[in-house]
């Protein structure tokens, strides 16, 4: 399964054209997409007007929707930080530490387009799509 992140889902709804969105339409096609209820959240909150935030949610709802965050996750998460800080790596988001490590333990693909994902790649084993 692969889990989409906000930087690709904002490029995909702006309709812009780019190597994740081409990515992402072929995994929606194939059924293979996920969004993380962080993710949702995210995504939504961009949303304007009220008729396009019920129209993207709907389509949000065909994905699998899965719950990012649970206590192990929280704690790994934090080891996994730690463990970037001690190698010199910060990371921005909370948010993309949850995604990332969720991502790692569950075993999911993460598409996105966000360098804060790198870190995570190089030294913890995220799978990313490419």
């Given at each position: 399964?692969?889990?989409?992140?906000?930087?690709?889902?904002?490029?995909?709804?702006?309709?812009?054209?780019?190597?994740?969105?081409?990515?992402?339409?072929?995994?929606?096609?194939?059924?293979?997409?996920?969004?993380?209820?962080?993710?949702?959240?995210?995504?939504?909150?961009?949303?304007?007007?009220?008729?396009?935030?019920?129209?993207?949610?709907?389509r949000l709802?065909?994905?699998?929707?899965?719950?990012?965050?649970?206590?192990?996750?929280?704690?790994?998460?934090?080891?996994?930080?730690?463990?970037?800080?001690?190698?010199?790596?910060?990371?921005?988001?909370?948010?993309?530490?949850?995604?990332?490590?969720?991502?790692?333990?569950?075993?999911?693909?993460?598409?996105?387009?966000?360098?804060?994902?790198?870190?995570?790649?190089?030294?913890?084993?995220?799978?990313?799509?490419?």
């Open positions: 399964m692969t889990m989409v992140d906000t930087s690709v889902w904002i490029d995909f709804f702006a309709d812009r054209e780019t190597s994740q969105v081409r990515f992402l339409r072929k995994e929606i096609l194939t059924k293979r997409a996920s969004i993380g209820d962080i993710i949702m959240c995210e995504v939504l909150q961009g949303i304007r007007s009220d008729r396009e935030f019920e129209l993207v949610r709907q709802f065909t994905l699998e929707v899965v719950t990012i965050c649970d206590p192990y996750i929280a704690v790994q998460a934090a080891r996994n930080y730690r463990w970037l800080r001690q190698q010199g790596i910060t990371i921005r988001r909370t948010i993309d530490c949850l995604i990332a490590t969720c991502c790692i333990e569950r075993g999911y693909v993460l598409l996105h387009n966000d360098r804060d994902f790198d870190a995570f790649e190089e030294h913890l084993g995220l799978l990313v799509a490419r």
